[in-house]
């Protein structure tokens, strides 16, 4: 009996519509990013209960993040795209008409957590068909110019047209502003997007993955377990910074809100850059060793000059300011290998290692305002911004344990790219 297996063969290119429209979803979803916490301050709730709601987003976006690549070799990327799309646009709707209006704590608190299953359908889905079928030897290319893409939106050019959005139009329609563009980016990216043509024999199927062959793949593939570690920290601080560093910036060291928003500005900006940068440089040198020691460790030193240099030269040289945000956008992207790196832990189900990657990124957008939650009270904003920093370190150290299959770290040299199709015999 025998069926057709297709190779990857792709290249990022023949994804150019998801990835625009992967941008003006992550535009849309980025607009609020600069001013969603102070906003939600006017509306009665106080700045530790902001730190929850941003909270609750947080595991909901985790569990949609490790749900996006299983339902992807289930269901298909087409059909998730579509429930990214659709999980966060009605929740928005309703924030918006009910929640908002009435100032509803509890209406804001269960809509927005809601929303949060939306954006990691949309985007993880994508990220899981692009690794599935872009051509090894540009996995890491394909994956820098998603987080080029992601980061470009959320929160880069997402404030941008805050900026310009806000002074026009007030922040509550600012809101809706950005739902329509939510709603074009799902839609372009949909686009001649159809799901991965892969045939497996019936008896190669995989088992439906439940709690416990969830754990028995954990403990086979301990090396995803690290993936899914570091992953969550590498965005921890950025989720973070946005619930505190507004009021540390503004009321604590009394600069000003445009220099907050240029400062975040900048984080991202250099952000996106440097993604694409290490992900080419990371097909040609180390995926492993560019997250160590870009990644871990580059981030873990600057994540100390973000509370000390605003602090001593913010008033006297904000250029200081601005190279530290720049320093720290480029030591982020040196994590971006990780979604090259996944997929080559368990190759023949790259759906599942991708799950145990994203799982880990919603992971990230709960544990960073959930380390505010619970230290700010106690250490002050340098007590968390040093709690960040060894979350760094301590992923590089995770890193360094990794261990990538003898076979598919020997692809590279083994791969004919020519053939599209192999034939699977049994």
């Known amino acids: 009996m025998s069926g057709i297996m297709v190779v990857p063969h792709k290249t990022p290119r023949d994804f150019a519509?998801?990835?625009?429209?992967?941008?003006?979803?992550?535009?849309?979803?980025?607009?609020?990013?600069?001013?969603?916490?102070?906003?939600?301050?006017?509306?009665?709730?106080?700045?530790?209960?902001?730190?929850?709601?941003?909270?609750?987003?947080?595991?909901?976006?985790?569990?949609?993040?490790?749900a996006a690549g299983l339902l992807c070799d289930g269901l298909g990327c087409?059909?998730?795209?579509?429930?990214?799309?659709?999980?966060?646009?009605?929740?928005?709707?309703?924030?918006?008409?009910?929640?908002?209006?009435?100032?509803?704590?509890?209406?804001?608190?269960?809509?927005?957590?809601?929303?949060?299953?939306?954006?990691?359908?949309?985007?993880?889905?994508?990220?899981?068909?692009v690794v599935k079928e872009v051509r090894y030897e540009q996995r890491g290319l394909a994956s820098g110019i998603f987080w080029f893409c992601f980061t470009c939106g959320l929160p880069t050019l997402g404030t941008v047209v805050a900026s310009f959005a806000q002074p026009a139009f007030g922040d509550y329609r600012t809101f809706w502003l950005a739902l329509v563009i939510v709603v074009a980016g799902g839609s372009l990216a949909l686009v001649s997007l159809r799901d991965e043509q892969t045939v497996v024999l019936e008896k190669d199927r995989p088992e439906r993955l439940g709690p416990a062959t969830f754990l028995r793949v954990s403990r086979a593939n301990p090396s995803l377990v690290l993936v899914c570690i570091v992953r969550a920290i590498n965005s921890a601080a950025t989720h973070g910074i946005l619930v505190f560093?507004?009021?540390?910036?503004?009321?604590?060291?009394?600069?000003?809100?445009?220099?907050?928003?240029?400062?975040?500005?900048?984080?991202?900006?250099?952000?996106?850059?440097?993604?694409?940068?290490?992900?080419?440089?990371?097909?040609?040198?180390?995926?492993?060793?560019?997250?160590?020691?870009?990644?871990?460790?580059?981030?873990?030193?600057?994540?100390?000059?973000?509370?000390?240099v605003p602090a001593l030269y913010g008033h006297s040289h904000p250029w200081s300011v601005y190279a530290t945000a720049i320093l720290f956008g480029l030591t982020l992207a040196g994590y971006v290998p990780l979604?090259?790196?996944?997929?080559?832990?368990?190759?023949?189900?790259?759906?599942?290692?991708?799950?145990?990657?994203?799982?880990?990124?919603?992971?990230?957008?709960?544990?960073?305002?959930?380390?505010?939650?619970?230290?700010?009270?106690?250490?002050?904003?340098?007590?968390?911004?040093?709690?960040y920093a060894f979350l760094f370190f301590f992923s590089g150290i995770l890193v360094s344990l990794i261990k990538i299959p003898e076979q598919e770290s020997a692809v590279f040299t083994r791969q004919d790219p020519a053939p599209h199709f192999s034939l699977v015999q049994s």
């Open 17 to 66: 519509f998801q990835y625009v429209g992967l941008l003006l979803f992550m535009i849309g979803d980025g607009v609020e990013v600069g001013y969603l916490s102070p906003f939600l301050v006017t509306c009665g709730l106080s700045e530790h209960a902001v730190a929850l709601v941003f909270t609750l987003y947080g595991v909901a976006a985790a569990i949609s993040a490790w």
């Open 78 to 129: 087409r059909k998730v795209v579509i429930g990214g799309i659709v999980l966060w646009t009605i929740p928005q709707v309703l924030f918006l008409s009910l929640a908002v209006p009435y100032h509803s704590a509890w209406g804001i608190l269960l809509t927005y957590s809601i929303r949060g299953f939306g954006y990691p359908m949309l985007a993880y889905g994508i990220l899981t068909l």
């Open 245 to 308: 560093m507004p009021f540390y910036f503004v009321h604590t060291l009394g600069l000003s809100n445009d220099f907050w928003i240029c400062f975040l500005e900048t984080i991202f900006a250099s952000n996106i850059v440097f993604n694409v940068v290490f992900g080419a440089i990371s097909d040609r040198l180390s995926w492993r060793g560019t997250i160590l020691w870009a990644g871990g460790v580059g981030s873990s030193v600057i994540c100390v000059m973000l509370y000390w």
């Open 339 to 387: 979604s090259a790196l996944a997929p080559s832990l368990l190759p023949e189900r790259k759906g599942l290692a991708m799950s145990f990657l994203n799982f880990g990124a919603g992971c990230s957008v709960w544990l960073g305002p959930l380390v505010v939650y619970a230290f700010e009270p106690l250490f002050g904003v340098g007590g968390v911004l040093y709690i």
